[in-house]
Every structure is written in C-alpha cells, then in structure tokens.
C-alpha cells in the first residue's frame, strides 16, 4: 500500500484531498498544526484510522519537519507522494506589513515545502515518488495587499522546476495551481460557513462555476499516479479558464 504525506490536511483542499487519498488505497499521514482541525478530523475519519497518521508539525521548522519525517517513517515505513499543502496568507497593505509577517508566509508557503522536500526526498527516490506543490493562480495575477501570499506562490514555481531537474528521474516534481476554489465550509467548525455564491461569480468562469476542492484532490491523483510517470517539472492551472477570461468594465 502506498503512502502519502500532505501538509495542511486539516481543512480545505488538504481536508478533501485526504478524503481521496484514502478512498484510492493510499495510507496517509496528516502534517498539521490545527489541534482543532486534526480533533476534527480524527472523528470524521475514525472508520479509517489504520490508514491515517496524524502529526503535529510546524513545516517552517526544519527541526519539526526532521521529526515529522522520523515518525511517518517509523509509522508506515515509506513514502511515496509528498503533497506540499499548508499555506497562510495575510492581507495587509505595505505600510501595515510587518517583516515578521512576511517572513511567517514565506517560512510557511515556501520554505516549508523546500523543508519537506529536502528531508523526504532519500525516501521518495526509493520509491519513485512524487512530489506536488499546490502553487496559486496569484502567481500570475494579484488582488491588492497579498504581497507575501502572491511572492511565495511564485517562488513554488521555480522551486519546482529546480527540484524537477535536480531530484530526477527518481522523483517527479510538478505544481498545481488553483483558482478560485471555495473551500468555506471545509474550514474547521469554529471558522466553516459556507459563502453566498452569485451567479456573476460562476459567471467569471468559462466553465460556468467555482472551482470546489474535489477539482484540485482528482488532479493531485493524477498527477502522483506511476502510469502518469513522463509528467516532471510542470505547473498545471485549475481555475476553470478564469485566468485566460478577459474582462472589461
């Protein structure tokens, strides 16, 4: 049985892509600082627990992710896809933008999947695995006041070319960027409530809605799937054609 690592699995995509995980044959360690979120989920997800780890990690420690590693290791004995999840953003404008702030999402959105890879990747090369960065379509594009947020998904870009080339072929790279995926009512209990969707929202779309987490979970199967082996180094955007719509006011 094959075993995956997602970070930032206590909600949102990771939440989903868990559920996927799962329902696809893969045992699945959670890499998670929530305590609400990982209380949440051990209930949700208690008829499957011999398949899932949970661990409590900060993925901007390089101390926190040695340990994480040791123990998924220790628990399931390999790893074969590693999905580099978690994410913060904080809106701010510049002048109210702290360097501590911005170092927080950088630590979080960029440096912790650089961690991850770094200390998993002797263990994906055993098996061939495969690693995907989840990026952001705010890459490309931006709403004002998401400085850190927009500079750290670019940086998951490179970063994953550069991991494409050096870690190969034992490994594959590749990215997944999303659009707008609504994820408000796969928050934890505290913070889930479900937005008011517009038709002018779907709209904005050429496919003709909002993206949902599922969107993102089936392309991550896809994409860390063996027979899907000649994919390396790629960005692959899901946003339902937004980002190719032009728009005029």
Not at 26 to 41: C, G, H, N, P, S
Request: aromatic letters at 6%; glycine letters at 10%; one cysteine or more.
């Amino acid at each position: 049985m094959k075993t995956a690592i997602i970070t930032g699995g206590g909600q949102g995509i990771g939440r989903v892509t868990t559920q996927y995980l799962l329902t696809h044959g893969y045992r699945v360690a959670i890499w998670e600082t929530d305590t609400d979120a990982i209380a949440e989920l051990r209930e949700a997800f208690k008829a499957s627990t011999a398949q899932i780890l949970f661990v409590s990690c900060d993925v901007s420690s390089e101390m926190n992710v040695r340990k994480a590693t040791e123990q998924t290791i220790s628990h399931f004995g390999q790893i074969d896809a590693l999905i580099n999840n978690a994410g913060i953003m904080i809106e701010k404008s510049i002048d109210k933008l702290t360097l501590d702030e911005w170092n927080r999402v950088i630590g979080t959105n960029l440096t912790g999947a650089f961690l991850c890879a770094k200390h998993l990747a002797p263990h994906l090369a055993g098996q061939q695995g495969s690693i995907i960065n989840i990026g952001s379509t705010r890459a490309f594009q931006s709403e004002p006041d998401t400085f850190a947020y927009s500079a750290s998904k670019g940086g998951l870009l490179a970063l994953t070319h550069s991991l494409a080339v050096s870690l190969g072929p034992d490994i594959r790279v590749n990215c997944i960027s999303p659009g707008w995926i609504d994820v408000s009512a796969l928050r934890k209990k505290a913070k889930a409530k479900s937005d008011e969707l517009r038709p002018e929202d779907h709209a904005q779309h050429p496919v003709g809605r909002v993206g949902q987490a599922d969107d993102i979970a089936r392309m991550i199967l896809f994409l860390i799937a063996p027979e899907n082996g000649f994919i390396t180094g790629q960005n692959f955007t899901v946003d339902g054609g937004m980002t190719r719509k032009m728009i005029y006011v």
